[in-house]
């Protein structure tokens, strides 16, 4: 059974010390009233209590609070520990008390957190905004430091031994504004607080805007290194730009300049005097085979100059053929496929292609709808229904090699029939 603490007289000593003896009721912005250290219950208009009695009402408001704690937190704590929650408690109040982080922590078994904890209840409201209060955030120290003594003795931690950083985590502990300095009267008929100008802390320098933080300046000096750096300066007119030094000069004959050579008559024109000259048939769309070479055959779409040769005879035009002299022109058409004049030139490629194809989807085929394996078969027929889809493919790439080599020879055979022309 979890053991139940009674308040001590830390608990009691704390509260009177932050909350005040008011000797004379006053009235509360709510209407209530108040009297003693703290005590509402049981305040009225007019009422009067000595500071003995004032305790004794004190700890009559502190058995609820004792209960709430005693009932709501299931960590086994100590003296001090319950005596801090307690006074804790009597100052948030017990529903705020219920719903905050301390008591999550305080169940979790996180009892260094949950005293950390405390210290973040240390605003108030005060005429329309909320604040941190001077006083309230020396009562969650105070309240802190009876929770973390022990009650057997303080823990040594010696300095030379276990030096102290900075813990960054712990920066929503420490408050962002200045705490405000408030002074709560106990004589007079109204409750009110208000600010002690006696103990304000001095206000944070405020940078004046024409004397820029260092930061500030930092930036600034960066930015114009940069921009001084990567300026875009406009360049100089033209007639800015000072003339280069003079040079010497030396008269010269201007080089010889060669006549160009009158433009030869296309080579090989056949076409007899006494006849009037016939348009050429239209060429077919077909790429041309440039004769830039004897050993370099080329297809480019526009013909290569070639070198000026005498003109042919009228004897030897006329012994020549209309259609060979269509041909040995300055460019020589060629039909696209070399192979089209010779049918049958595909043959063996083409059954061999034929055979490659079928025998490839016929394994592809077999090898879909083939059923299982049999446990005790000697030899399964997916390794040879593979091998052969294998021999298909090596059957097709056979017929590929063998087209190709076709057109290379037909290519070159016709090139050498070319040339023996125009010779």
């Given at each position: 059974?979890?053991?139940?603490?009674?308040?001590?007289?830390?608990a009691i000593?704390?509260?009177?010390?932050?909350?005040?003896?008011?000797?004379?009721?006053?009235?509360?912005?709510?209407?209530r009233?108040?009297?003693?250290?703290?005590?509402?219950?049981?305040?009225?208009?007019?009422?009067?209590?000595?500071?003995?009695?004032?305790?004794?009402?004190?700890?009559?408001?502190l058995?609820?609070?004792?209960?709430?704690?005693?009932?709501?937190?299931?960590?086994?704590?100590?003296?001090?520990?319950?005596?801090?929650?307690?006074?804790?408690?009597?100052?948030?109040?017990?529903?705020?008390?219920r719903?905050?982080s301390?008591?999550?922590?305080?169940?979790?078994?996180?009892?260094?957190?949950?005293?950390?904890?405390?210290?973040l209840?240390?605003?108030?409201?005060?005429?329309?905004?909320?604040?941190?209060?001077d006083?309230?955030?020396?009562?969650?120290?105070?309240?802190?430091?009876?929770?973390?003594?022990?009650?057997?003795?303080?823990?040594?931690?010696?300095?030379?031994?276990?030096?102290?950083?900075?813990?960054?985590?712990?920066?929503?502990?420490?408050?962002?504004?200045?705490p405000?300095?408030?002074?709560?009267?106990?004589?007079?008929?109204?409750?009110?607080?208000?600010?002690d100008?006696?103990?304000?802390?001095?206000?944070?320098?405020?940078?004046?805007?024409?004397?820029?933080?260092?930061?500030?300046?930092?930036?600034?000096?960066?930015?114009?290194?940069?921009?001084?750096?990567?300026?875009?300066?406009?360049?100089?007119?033209?007639?800015?730009?000072?003339?280069?030094?003079?040079?010497?000069?030396?008269?010269?004959?201007?080089?010889?300049?060669?006549?160009?050579?009158p433009a030869a008559?296309?080579?090989f024109?056949?076409?007899p005097?006494?006849?009037?000259?016939?348009?050429?048939?239209?060429?077919?769309?077909a790429?041309?085979?440039?004769?830039?070479?004897?050993?370099?055959?080329?297809?480019?779409?526009?013909?290569?100059?070639?070198?000026?040769?005498?003109?042919?005879?009228?004897?030897?035009?006329?012994?020549?053929?209309?259609?060979?002299?269509?041909?040995?022109?300055?460019?020589?058409?060629?039909?696209?496929?070399p192979?089209?004049?010779?049918?049958?030139?595909?043959?063996?490629a083409a059954?061999?292609?034929?055979?490659?194809?079928?025998?490839?989807?016929?394994?592809?085929?077999?090898?879909?709808?083939?059923?299982?394996?049999?446990?005790?078969?000697?030899?399964?027929?997916?390794?040879?229904?593979?091998?052969?889809g294998?021999?298909?493919?090596?059957?097709?790439?056979?017929?590929?090699?063998?087209?190709?080599?076709?057109?290379?020879?037909a290519?070159?055979?016709?090139?050498?029939?070319?040339?023996?022309?125009?010779?």
């Amino acid at each position: 059974m979890k053991p139940r603490h009674q308040v001590s007289r830390s608990a009691i000593e704390l509260i009177k010390r932050f909350e005040g003896y008011r000797r004379k009721s006053a009235q509360l912005a709510d209407g209530r009233w108040t009297i003693g250290y703290g005590h509402t219950l049981t305040a009225r208009e007019g009422a009067e209590v000595s500071e003995q009695d004032a305790e004794a009402l004190l700890i009559y408001d502190l058995i609820a609070v004792s209960h709430s704690v005693n009932e709501w937190v299931f960590t086994p704590l100590n003296q001090n520990q319950f005596d801090a929650l307690v006074a804790f408690a009597f100052n948030i109040g017990l529903e705020s008390f219920r719903r905050s982080s301390v008591l999550r922590r305080l169940n979790e078994g996180a009892l260094i957190q949950a005293a950390c904890a405390m210290e973040l209840w240390r605003k108030a409201q005060f005429e329309g905004e909320v604040i941190v209060v001077d006083a309230l955030v020396r009562r969650r120290s105070a309240e802190k430091t009876l929770f973390l003594t022990p009650v057997d003795g303080w823990v040594p931690v010696p300095s030379p031994v276990l030096r102290p950083n900075v813990d960054l985590d712990a920066a929503g502990v420490v408050p962002r504004q200045a705490p405000t300095a408030l002074n709560a009267p106990m004589e007079g008929a109204t409750a009110r607080v208000e600010r002690d100008p006696s103990r304000q802390e001095a206000p944070a320098k405020v940078v004046e805007d024409d004397a820029p933080s260092p930061a500030a300046a930092a930036a600034a000096a960066v930015s114009s290194r940069l921009s001084t750096i990567f300026s875009e300066e406009p360049q100089p007119a033209p007639a800015d730009i000072p003339p280069p030094p003079p040079r010497l000069i030396i008269d010269e004959a201007p080089p010889a300049v060669e006549a160009p050579e009158p433009a030869a008559a296309p080579a090989f024109e056949l076409t007899p005097p006494d006849e009037p000259e016939a348009e050429p048939p239209p060429a077919p769309e077909a790429p041309k085979l440039e004769l830039t070479a004897a050993n370099e055959p080329g297809l480019l779409d526009t013909p290569a100059p070639q070198a000026a040769e005498p003109a042919a005879p009228p004897e030897a035009a006329a012994e020549l053929e209309p259609d060979a002299a269509l041909e040995l022109t300055e460019t020589v058409e060629t039909p696209s496929n070399p192979q089209a004049a010779r049918p049958g030139g595909f043959g063996p490629a083409a059954g061999l292609a034929a055979a490659g194809v079928g025998l490839f989807g016929g394994c592809l085929f077999w090898a879909i709808n083939m059923p299982p394996p049999q446990p005790n078969a000697g030899v399964n027929p997916g390794t040879i229904v593979w091998l052969a889809g294998i021999a298909g493919v090596g059957l097709i790439g056979v017929a590929v090699y063998m087209i190709l080599d076709r057109l290379g020879r037909a290519e070159v055979e016709h090139v050498q029939v070319t040339l023996e022309r125009d010779q």
